[in-house]
């Protein structure tokens, strides 16, 4: 079956690292995604990994290890506006399954 | 360049009501999707267009639930009659390929009473 595994909340503080993780097992794999969602918006894009390994992008960076169904997303230097809802996604076939995503607080 | 834009916002309808939801793409991409999340529950995927072919339509829940592209631009999502079970916010999302990043909407907001 398909089934994506995350944590409900998180929280942390200002200008801190924090680590989301996200476990997954599908049916297809095509590649995994992240995206963050603000309450009443959109979901945007944060990254894509297909091989395993670590893809860095500014203050985010993402790592994939297909062996073990295995993410994360990793936040550096955080901020206020990083407060969100963070999704993991895997794609099969040419559909997102999502994950019921990762609620994060930032606090001063 | 305009983002993926979906109409309406909200809808509140009563239940056994017809809705019709609309979403314009980015334009140039030829893949469309649209999602749906149910309260406390993850996004969960309806179906897929490409241009104006549905590619898969394996997540639609049943058959009160019909989508069109026609002319492979905007699509449509009508639910005919809606049910209480209904209510949720549906996403549309555009792509320029399969594998590669999908571009969301706002979502619409549906509540069925």
């Known amino acids: 079956g398909q089934n994506i595994d995350q944590p409900t909340e998180m929280t942390a503080t200002e200008g801190a690292i924090v680590q989301i993780n996200c476990t997954y097992q599908?049916?297809?794999?095509?590649?995994l995604f992240w995206y963050q969602q603000h309450a009443g918006e959109a979901p945007t894009f944060l990254s894509y990994?297909?091989?395993?390994g670590l893809e860095e992008k500014g203050r985010f960076s993402s790592f994939l290890s297909r062996s073990k169904g295995y993410s994360y997303l990793l936040l550096k230097e955080l901020q206020m506006k990083d407060s969100a809802s963070y999704l993991c996604?895997?794609?099969?076939?040419?559909?997102?399954?999502f994950g019921k995503g990762t609620t994060l607080s930032v606090s001063s | 360049e305009a983002g993926v834009t979906q109409f309406p916002s909200h809808s509140v309808i009563e239940k056994g009501q017809t809705v019709t939801l609309r979403c314009d793409p980015i334009?140039?991409?030829?893949?469309l999707y649209w999602y749906r999340r149910v309260m406390g529950k993850e996004i969960k995927f309806l179906l897929h267009f490409v241009k104006e072919s549905k590619q898969d339509e394996s997540g639609m829940p049943n058959n009160r639930f019909l989508a069109e592209r026609t002319g492979g631009t905007y699509s449509t999502l009508k639910v005919q009659p809606a049910e209480l079970e209904d209510s949720g916010v549906y996403f549309c999302a555009s792509s320029p390929g399969t594998n590669t990043e999908a571009f969301f909407g706002q979502g619409t907001r549906l509540t069925v009473v």
């Open positions: 990994n297909v091989l395993d």
């Open positions: 599908t049916s297809g794999f095509n590649g």
């Open positions: 334009s140039g991409h030829d893949n």
């Open positions: 996604a895997c794609l099969d076939g040419t559909a997102l399954i």
